[in-house]
């Protein structure tokens, strides 16, 4: 009987010890959710704003390089997280070697039928995520993400390689990692960020020469962005 007992009593101090732990990870995470929450709910955040010049260069069977400016203009949730939305226009230049002619049997792809450019500008429109990382009052840091659509503008195709950017809905992603670099002791809200970027953009809306509608860019190159 003293066994017996004392085997239950083993298996509910377990239990109590696990419920315990439990409720400790769930209250340490309603306290990081709230210190994300309660600035919007109470109209304590703090506004920011960026702006951002980048220059990537183009690669793979479909490229174009970019040089672009955008602004973001969001909230600084927490001294590490900064979220906004966010627009841009984009220039895309495709170099002089596009080889996208008549295919061997002497007949053109459909496309052909619809003016086209190797220089188009584009229009971004994306969700801007970024993580500093340190103090916030000397150089650290930063990981951004924006995430959205972009658009060309007019009614021109884009003339890529082997195949045509159509003025359709392209997929946007666009991350970056850098420094971020205060340029104020006064208020270190204000920073210079630099930042080696990637650049993706994809749908399958497009126009290739030879198999399907998907076309997708990728380009890689650096940024820097003014924030305060």
């Not at 990637?198 to 509608?213: A, C, E, F, H, V």
Request: net charge positive.
């Amino acid at each position: 009987m003293k066994r017996f007992s004392l085997k239950w009593i083993m298996a509910v101090v377990v239990l109590m010890t696990a419920s315990f732990g439990v409720r400790a990870q769930y209250y340490q995470i309603a306290n990081q959710l709230s210190g994300l929450i309660s600035p919007a709910l109470s109209g304590s955040m703090n506004y920011k704003g960026y702006v951002e010049a980048s220059g990537l260069a183009g690669f793979g069977d479909n490229h174009a390089n970019f040089v672009g400016i955008s602004t973001s203009q969001g909230f600084q949730y927490s001294s590490w997280f900064f979220m906004g939305v966010g627009i841009g226009v984009d220039m895309a230049i495709v170099r002089n070697d596009v080889t996208d002619k008549a295919d061997w049997e002497g007949t053109y792809p459909d496309y052909y039928d619809h003016s086209s450019s190797k220089t188009r500008a584009m229009i971004p429109v994306f969700t801007d995520f970024r993580f500093n990382l340190g103090s916030g009052r000397g150089v650290g840091a930063f990981i951004d993400l924006k995430l959205g659509a972009t658009w060309l503008l007019g009614d021109r195709y884009l003339t890529l390689q082997h195949g045509r950017l159509s003025g359709a809905t392209q997929f946007y992603l666009k991350p970056s990692v850098g420094l971020r670099i205060p340029v104020s002791t006064v208020n270190p809200k204000q920073a210079v960020n630099i930042g080696l970027t990637y650049q993706l953009i994809t749908s399958n809306n497009n126009y290739y020469r030879w198999d399907g509608n998907a076309v997708t860019l990728n380009a890689l190159g650096l940024s820097i962005a003014f924030e305060w």
